[in-house]
């Protein structure tokens, strides 16, 4: 049953991104590029993703899933390093292609070349980060 | 106002919204497609609920095709680049903890302080970093 309700959500995900433009990388950009010919359309759909998810996040709060014991949710509230960096480093990338991970794994049916080239050199940039992670929490043993 | 601009990014937004609601209240679970894509690459606990989230969002533009509607995907990055994108998204999410789905609509709708100064950090570089790549290089 957590496996159905997983699937339908990524397919109104994959829908949602497909519809609203962010599956394609052109629309992204034309949002990132300010001081060029502004696309708008990313804005509108964080409006319309938060209008629904703020409240229902709120709604939601320290209630018991109906399919799961608890709620894993972060619990880290700390602005660190690896934090900043992180989504620093995410931005150029993001900044470059326009392409993140959502609309990368939505656009596979759709571009399957370029889809798999993106993907495949996050999946490595991901493992790579953890192991990085992992050596320096092991040389600081 | 067209249909295109406003009225599609505003459903598809809602839509994303609705879908991070139905993982939190039936699986407890957060829809960061960064954090769900690198459980799965590592196999930390089998393929389970993360290999069928990737699974529906993978198949939903071919539904939307049969429907008539097919996504439009424009991509004028040159292979090299999309390479060099691909390594710096992963690396940076994965470092960072979260993307734009999980930092910027989940972690931002539980007014996580980490997630929004995360959001609000990625938003400024990939602006600086497209000015740069459109405007000045």
New interface residues.
């Given amino acids: 049953m957590t496996l159905l309700v997983a699937a339908f959500a990524g397919l109104l995900f994959g829908t949602g991104l497909t519809i609203s433009g962010m599956v394609n990388p052109a629309v992204v950009l034309g949002f990132l590029d300010l001081t060029g010919n502004w696309n708008p359309a990313l804005l509108f759909v964080m409006i319309g993703a938060l209008a629904v998810a703020v409240p229902g996040y709120q709604l939601l709060k320290g209630r018991r899933p109906f399919l799961a014991e608890t709620q894993s949710i972060p619990s880290r509230s700390d602005i660190d390093v690896p934090l900043l960096l992180g989504a620093a480093i995410f931005g150029v990338g993001w900044g470059l292609a326009g392409i993140c991970p959502g609309p990368a794994l939505t656009m596979l049916a759709i571009k399957p070349t370029s889809a798999s080239l993106f993907i495949i050199s996050m999946s490595a940039g991901m493992l790579g980060a953890l192991w990085v992670g992992r050596s320096i929490s092991g040389s600081a043993k | 106002m067209t249909e295109?601009?406003?009225i599609?990014?505003?459903?598809?937004?809602?839509?994303?919204?609705?879908?991070?609601?139905?993982?939190?209240?039936?699986?407890?679970?957060?829809?960061g497609?960064?954090g769900i894509?690198?459980g799965l690459?590592?196999w930390s606990d089998g393929p389970?609920?993360?290999l069928?989230?990737?699974?529906?969002?993978?198949?939903?533009?071919?539904?939307?095709a049969l429907l008539g509607?097919?996504?439009?995907?424009?991509?004028?990055?040159t292979?090299p680049?999309?390479?060099?994108?691909?390594?710096?998204?992963?690396?940076?999410?994965?470092?960072?903890?979260g993307?734009?789905?999980g930092?910027?609509?989940?972690?931002?709708?539980?007014f996580?302080?980490?997630s929004i100064?995360?959001?609000l950090?990625?938003?400024?570089?990939?602006?600086?970093?497209?000015?740069l790549?459109?405007?000045v290089g």
């Avoid at chain 2, 969002?57 to 939307?64: E, H, N, Q, V, Y």
């Avoid at chain 2, 950090?121 to 000015?131: G, K, P, R, S």
């Fill in positions: 295109s601009s406003v599609l990014p505003l459903a598809g937004g809602v839509m994303i919204g609705v879908a991070a609601l139905i993982l939190l209240a039936f699986n407890g679970r957060v829809m497609v960064s894509w690198s690459i590592r389970g609920w993360r069928a989230f990737v699974l529906g969002s993978i198949t939903a533009p071919l539904g939307l509607r097919p996504g439009d995907v424009q991509i004028e990055t292979a680049m999309l390479i060099v994108a691909g390594l710096l998204v992963g690396f940076g999410s994965a470092l960072g903890a993307c734009t789905s930092h910027g609509i989940c972690g931002m709708s539980r996580s302080p980490r100064v995360a959001t950090v990625f938003m400024a570089v990939a602006i600086v970093t497209v000015f790549v459109r405007h």
